[in-house]
């Protein structure tokens, strides 16, 4: 009885990786077909910056990283911190673009204390994620490398998947060659 139980579980596991495995792969396929939009409705979240986010969004390489549901402010901020000097740790060509949705009503607020070097695109709504179709898509999805015309190149998170990290440097290099013959300044 116990090993019908055991062999139960492991089937399960067995299954549900799979069915995770091929959604990763569906979602990826499906984002690396379509572009970025950055659309109306943002509250630009300067916090210690002097970098505008109008600056960042005309860039011809972007690395976005969509993050939501920060309804837990303490958690939040470090995610944010983190993720600032991770994604940084990329390229020091490329200024990350955080878009954060939250409905936390603190959040915004918070944000003045924060000890980030670059704005956060806030949005208080889902439209960023509706437009892009990105609500169902899995958080680890959720980043991406935009290229001129902020179509996605390369999707995924590449904080703490050095594989991942590395992909993402030698296509920065790729763009920047192709777009400038060496590299864009800030």
């Known amino acids: 009885m ?5 062999y139960f579980v492991i089937f399960a596991c067995i299954l549900l990786s799979c069915n995770k495995k091929e959604r990763i792969a569906s979602e990826i396929e499906m984002l690396s077909k379509q572009s970025i939009t950055f659309v109306d409705g943002f509250v630009e979240l ?10 960042i969004l005309k860039k ?17 901020v470090k995610t944010l ?16 673009i955080i878009v954060v949705h939250s409905q936390n009503q603190e959040f915004q607020k918070i944000t003045d204390s924060l000890s980030l070097d670059l704005p956060l695109m ?16 899995l958080a680890r999805n959720r980043t991406f ?5 902020n179509k996605i190149i390369l999707v995924g998170e590449p904080i703490g ?13 790729s763009l920047f060659i192709e777009y400038n013959g060496a590299s864009q300044g800030m």
């Open 122 to 137: 806030y949005y208080d709504s889902k439209v960023f994620g509706e437009k892009n179709n990105l609500e169902e898509v």
């Open 145 to 149: 490398l935009l290229n001129k015309e």
């Open 60 to 76: 011809d390489v972007k690395i976005v990283s969509y993050l939501t549901d920060i309804s837990c402010t303490s958690c939040g």
């Open 161 to 173: 998947r050095e594989k991942l990290t590395q992909l993402y440097k030698k296509c920065i290099d």
């Open 2 to 6: 116990k090993f019908r139980f055991l």
């Open 81 to 96: 911190r983190i993720w600032q000097k991770d994604l940084q740790k990329i390229d020091k060509r490329v200024v990350p």
């Open 46 to 55: 300067p916090c210690n910056s002097s970098i505008k986010l109008d600056s």
